[in-house]
């Protein structure tokens, strides 16, 4: 890093980004939605953002818990896998789940053969890129078997799922999300470690010169992030109904704190507008034409403040 470099990062917040891989697009994303203005040089891991007293560190996903952790970085994006298998319980605090990066950390075995359970495992070899969790759940195990054996953890950097046959594993434990991947590989799942998203993890160890304008930075940049995240789990749902249907209209779309209901011209009808959550959406509409309500439009956000 270029002695200028060094110098222009004093004194600024330092925002810790996956530099590549599954959560890269999402997190670029974000940051244009919390208007995070930024330009990344080819190669160069370390960026200014112009519009905040911020820079941007872009680092391997698996990395980010442990600088978060030790206070390097004040704060972050990275799946909560990750932050389980670096072990920085107590020194991050998860500030926002964020609805991407989903998947789970399953154990996996051929669906040819003569393991059937996690027990079945116990004393033979398991390949992962996880080795605390996974050293963590077979130790468990180990210890209430009564076969009196320890069972193998062997790290492996990626490509785990071909580990079984290669004859490497008698199973794995790795990250499934659409399950093609284990499928392919001629693989099932027998156990689930733990479900993951995408989270913003901050430091509770702030940087010796950390000041209140920091710590200020870092909640505005929080609650810009989860207003992005919320637009992208919810519509707006605008509607006309009768009056005295509001009572029924209100248990369908309640909002987040309450419905809006606006007058109309005729005085026996108003216009509800409410968040509602893009997953529901449908069956929503279903319950308000139900109880007579018309003209109901949905409105996606482009962004908002929750
Ligand atoms: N298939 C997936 N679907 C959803 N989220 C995933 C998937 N694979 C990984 N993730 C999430 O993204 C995080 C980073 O994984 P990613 O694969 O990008 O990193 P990596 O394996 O270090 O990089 P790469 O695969 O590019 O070498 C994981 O810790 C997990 O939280
Ligand atoms: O259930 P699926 O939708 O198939 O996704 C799961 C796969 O995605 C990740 O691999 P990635 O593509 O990051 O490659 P890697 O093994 O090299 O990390 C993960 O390690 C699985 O192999
Ligand atoms: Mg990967």
Redesign the pocket.
Known sequence: MSAFLTESLAGRVLFAIPKK??LYEKCLQLLAGADVQFTRSNRLDVCLVRNHNMALVFLPAADIPRFVGEGNVDFGITGQDMVAEADVNGLVSEVLALEFGK?KLQVQVPLAGDIKTVDDLVGRKVVTSFEVLAGQYFGELDRKSAKGVQTKIEYVG????AACALGLADGIV?????????RAAGLHPIETILTSQAVLIRSNKPKPSSDASHAALIDRISQRIAGVVAAGKFVLCNYNIRRDMVPEATKVTPGRRAPTVSPLDDPEWVAVSSMVLKAQVADVMDRLQEIGASDILVVGLQNCRV
């Open positions: 891989g599954r998947c990626g490509s785990v799922e790795d990250l499934v999300e659409s399950g093609e991947t284990m």
